[in-house]
Structures are given as C-alpha cells and as structure tokens.
C-alpha cells in the first residue's frame, strides 16, 4: 500500500459524459501527478501540482482539467468524453515537487466510456 | 524532442540474470528512474540514478551512464513473480518522462 488513495476504482460512462477522479496524497506529499494509462502504453504524464498550484501540463487535452484543494486532495475532471479516453487514471505524490526521483502511485481508476 | 527508448519485450529463466536497457534523448537531465508494474497494478518505484555508476537494491542493481545517455535494469535470480512491466523514467522540469515499458516474461 503506497499511502495515495484514488476513488472511484472503476467508472463505467457513456460518450459525451463527464467524470471527475479523485486522489488523495500520503500524508506529508505536497506534489500530486496524474497519469494516463491506455492498453499496452506507457504512462503519459497529464498534469502536476504542488501545494495547490500546477506546475507542469503534458499533452493535456483541453476537455481535462485538473485541481489541487487545499487539504491537498486533487481531482481530475474530464468532459465530453470519447471512446478513446477509456484508459486507467493514475495519481501519485511525491514529498516536494524536487523529490522527482521517487513518486508513490495510487491504485487507478479504471475509466471506460461505452 | 525528449524520447525514452527501451526493449518493448525480455524473456529470461528462472533463476538467470536479465538486463532491461533505457537509452535517453532529453533536454536537461537530472537522473533515471526504474518502476515496475504489474499487470493491472500500480507503477511502483525501484531505483533512481543521478550519477554514472551503478546502484544495488538486493537483486535489483540500475546503472546510468551519462555521457552514452543509457541505462540499465540488472535482475538477478529471477523469480516468477518478476514477470511484470518495466518503465525507465526521466524526471524533467516538474514532470517525468516514461518511456513505454519493457514486459519480461519469465519461463519456469
């Protein structure tokens, strides 16, 4: 158990939909990451923020968005969603936005868009 | 462009050694991760690299070599339970960088 909680675990929706993922951090981790996981793909980095602020986007679709709330929890919303956009969801944390060298993944939420 | 480029598949024995290259195009760099995945898991972190050399973790060893801009994943003993993902990852610019992952596949 990596300590970073990711809800729901799966989400089954239709196209056109929106859908929000949540994550919550280790305790003590001010950075948060989301990943994007398609069959058979690597990870593609989406979006990181650090105690609330975003400090990097990937190739980030503009119907995504992301925040950070102040207890530090992050969520991910994605909207007028496609069948390509079926896909696990990871989050992970990290202590500071430095420590890039070791990230603590959560558990995914597997999104699939019928 | 930043590119990470590594063997898409590695089969090996129980038991034997196997080796996971990662060769690097990327502007700035600070060090190699190595995480591994299990099927329908979690990435989960191995080992990090921010000088030349290598880096032993049990049976897990990580070198870097900066001025090849290459890596490697050294798996000894192999057990049945290595059978998963490898990702080598490139922290940059308040992002990381994963290349696409080596699936090993280990025979009994």
């Known amino acids: 158990d990596s300590g970073v909680t990711q809800t729901p675990k799966h989400l089954i929706t239709a196209t056109g939909q929106r859908v929000t993922l949540r994550c919550s951090p280790r305790?003590?981790?001010?950075?948060v990451y989301w990943y994007q996981q398609s069959l058979d793909q690597g990870l593609q980095f989406l979006i990181h923020y650090y105690n609330g602020e975003e400090r990097a986007k990937g190739n980030i679709l503009e119907r995504f968005s992301a925040q950070q709330f102040p207890d530090l929890h992050s969520e991910l919303n994605l909207s007028s969603l496609e069948l390509g956009d079926s896909a696990l969801y990871f989050c992970a944390s990290s202590v500071d936005r430095r420590h890039l060298d070791e990230q603590f993944f959560g558990p995914g939420t597997r999104l699939t868009v019928l | 462009g930043q590119s990470l480029e590594q063997p898409s598949e590695v089969t090996a024995v129980e038991g034997a050694i196997v080796q996971i290259n990662c060769t690097y195009q990327t502007s700035g760099f600070y060090g190699l991760s190595w995480y591994q995945q299990h099927d329908g898991g979690a990435p989960t972190f191995l080992s990090y690299?921010?000088?030349?050399g290598l880096e032993e973790t049990g049976r897990f060893s990580s070198f870097l070599s900066r001025s090849d801009s290459y890596g490697y994943l050294l798996l000894q003993e192999l057990q049945m339970k290595d059978s998963a993902s490898y990702f080598c990852a490139v922290p940059q610019d308040d992002k990381i960088i994963f290349g696409k992952g080596t699936r090993l596949h280990i025979l009994p």
């Open positions: 690299n921010a000088l030349d």
């Open positions: 305790s003590g981790d001010l950075s």
